[in-house]
C-alpha cells in the first residue's frame, strides 16, 4: 500500500494550501481515510478523517472551519484544502487509510500510513 502526500511548501500566514494523496495498492472505496500531523517536538496530532464514501466527515477543533477533506474514490485520491493558515499549523502532514465496513470516520486505529508532506506557514 503506498499513500505518498503531495501540495506541501512555504505560505505566508492566511494563506491557502491543497494536500493530495494518490493511494494504490488498495481497494480504495473500502477504507476510511485521515489526515494527520506532527510538529518538530511534538507527538503526531489527528487533524480530519472522512468515510469511505466522503460523505461524512470529522474534524480537529484547531482546523474546523479552516480545513476541508474531501476524497475522490473514482481516482483513489483523497485531498486536504487548507485556507486560512496559521503558524501554529506548520507540520509535515501524513493521510492513512483504516479498513472499514460501517460509515464512521475514525481519529485512531489506522492500518496504513503514507509519507509525509511538509507545511510551513510563516508569520
Known amino acids: 500500500v503506498q499513500l505518498p502526500a503531495s501540495g506541501g511548501g512555504l505560505v505566508q500566514a492566511g494563506g491557502s494550501l491543497r494536500l493530495s494523496c494518490a493511494a494504490s495498492?488498495?481497494?480504495?472505496?473500502?477504507?476510511?481515510l485521515g489526515w494527520f500531523r506532527q510538529a518538530p517536538g511534538k507527538e503526531r496530532e489527528f487533524v480530519a478523517a472522512?468515510?469511505?464514501?466522503?460523505?461524512?466527515?470529522y474534524y480537529a477543533d484547531s482546523v474546523k472551519g479552516r480545513f476541508t477533506i474531501s476524497r475522490d474514490n473514482a481516482k483513489n485520491t483523497l485531498n486536504l484544502q487548507m485556507n486560512s493558515l496559521k503558524p501554529e499549523d506548520t507540520a509535515v502532514y501524513y493521510c492513512?487509510?483504516?479498513?472499514?465496513?460501517?460509515?464512521?470516520?475514525?481519529?485512531?486505529?489506522?492500518?496504513?500510513w503514507g509519507q509525509g508532506t511538509q507545511v510551513t506557514v510563516s508569520s
Open positions: 495498492g488498495l481497494t480504495f472505496s473500502l477504507y476510511a
Open positions: 492513512a487509510a483504516r479498513r472499514t465496513s460501517d460509515g464512521r470516520t475514525y481519529n485512531g486505529g489506522y492500518d496504513y
Open positions: 472522512i468515510n469511505w464514501s466522503g460523505m461524512s466527515q
